[in-house]
């Protein structure tokens, strides 16, 4: 990895004790350099959302937990493979899962070109060679990948329609959710494999799950 020149401010530096239990709960190991990025990132995110409205977070303690600790608790459970993320938004969770795993080849795909602007511009600073932006809508986007990710779809079932075309032979979509939507599974059932993880995301007290979907 080619070293970074980025700085943080000093109410971001004050995080890092946080992220490292939060690592350690998740049982990750991330280096000073990738645990940098992720506060660096985290930074910019609070800064360019005062112009490009990125998140409806604005505290840094929140943010550092809803969507960093809740994009990390996925890292560990995540399939092999090219990864495609989704209604990506401000990059989660693909900014981070390219952070934390930098062979892994991370496509971030949003239609909204301000998002988009702003992901290629932290990719930029952290140097994430494996990231690639792409401002466009799914139906637009060609390409087949390993593993599909997104925490922008309120519906199991619209996610899987807007993605199955994109997913490789022996791929698998992986949706992050909230409380576990039983009856969107069992509406999918007859077509997919589905199996269910459950998610322990670091200070945050709610259900998170992790669905498996293949064919």
Same mark, same amino acid.
């Given at each position: 990895?080619? /070293?970074?020149? +980025?700085?943080?401010q000093?109410?971001y530096? $004050?995080?890092?004790?946080?992220?490292? &239990?939060?690592? *350690? #709960? %998740?049982?990750?190991?991330?280096?000073?350099?990738?645990?940098?990025q992720l506060?660096?990132y985290?930074?910019?995110?609070?800064?360019?959302?005062?112009a490009?409205?990125?998140?409806a977070?604005?505290?840094?303690?929140?943010?550092?937990?809803?969507?960093?600790?809740?994009?990390?608790?996925?890292?560990?459970?995540?399939?092999?493979?090219?990864?495609?993320?989704i209604?990506?938004?401000?990059g989660l969770?693909?900014?981070?899962?390219?952070?934390c795993?930098? /062979?892994?080849? +991370?496509?971030?795909?949003d239609?909204?070109q $301000?998002?988009?602007?702003?992901i290629? &511009?932290?990719? *930029? #600073? %952290?140097?994430?060679?494996?990231?690639?932006?792409?401002?466009?809508?799914?139906?637009?986007?060609?390409?087949?990948y390993?593993?599909?990710?997104?925490?922008?779809?309120a519906?199991?079932?619209?996610?899987?329609t807007?993605?199955?075309?994109?997913?490789?032979?022996?791929?698998?979509i992986?949706?992050?959710?909230?409380?576990?939507p039983?009856?969107?599974?069992?509406?999918?059932?007859?077509?997919?494999?589905i199996?269910?993880?459950?998610l322990?995301?670091?200070?945050?007290?709610?259900?998170?799950?992790?669905?498996?979907?293949?064919?």
């Amino acid at each position: 990895m080619a /070293q970074i020149n +980025v700085k943080l401010q000093p109410q971001y530096v $004050k995080l890092q004790p946080q992220l490292q &239990q939060a690592l *350690s #709960e %998740l049982k990750l190991q991330l280096s000073d350099e990738q645990q940098l990025q992720l506060l660096y990132y985290l930074q910019q995110l609070l800064f360019w959302n005062k112009a490009y409205n990125l998140t409806a977070i604005k505290d840094d303690q929140q943010a550092l937990i809803k969507h960093i600790f809740d994009s990390l608790s996925i890292v560990p459970f995540l399939p092999a493979g090219d990864l495609l993320d989704i209604g990506t938004g401000a990059g989660l969770p693909a900014v981070i899962v390219a952070i934390c795993q930098p /062979q892994r080849a +991370v496509t971030a795909l949003d239609s909204n070109q $301000k998002k988009i602007r702003f992901i290629k &511009q932290v990719a *930029s #600073e %952290l140097g994430l060679k494996n990231l690639t932006p792409v401002a466009s809508r799914i139906e637009a986007h060609a390409g087949s990948y390993q593993v599909i990710t997104s925490r922008a779809f309120a519906s199991l079932v619209d996610f899987v329609t807007h993605s199955q075309s994109k997913l490789a032979d022996n791929g698998i979509i992986c949706a992050m959710k909230g409380v576990e939507p039983v009856d969107e599974i069992q509406a999918l059932q007859n077509d997919w494999q589905i199996n269910t993880q459950v998610l322990t995301v670091p200070e945050l007290y709610e259900s998170r799950h992790l669905i498996y979907l293949q064919r």
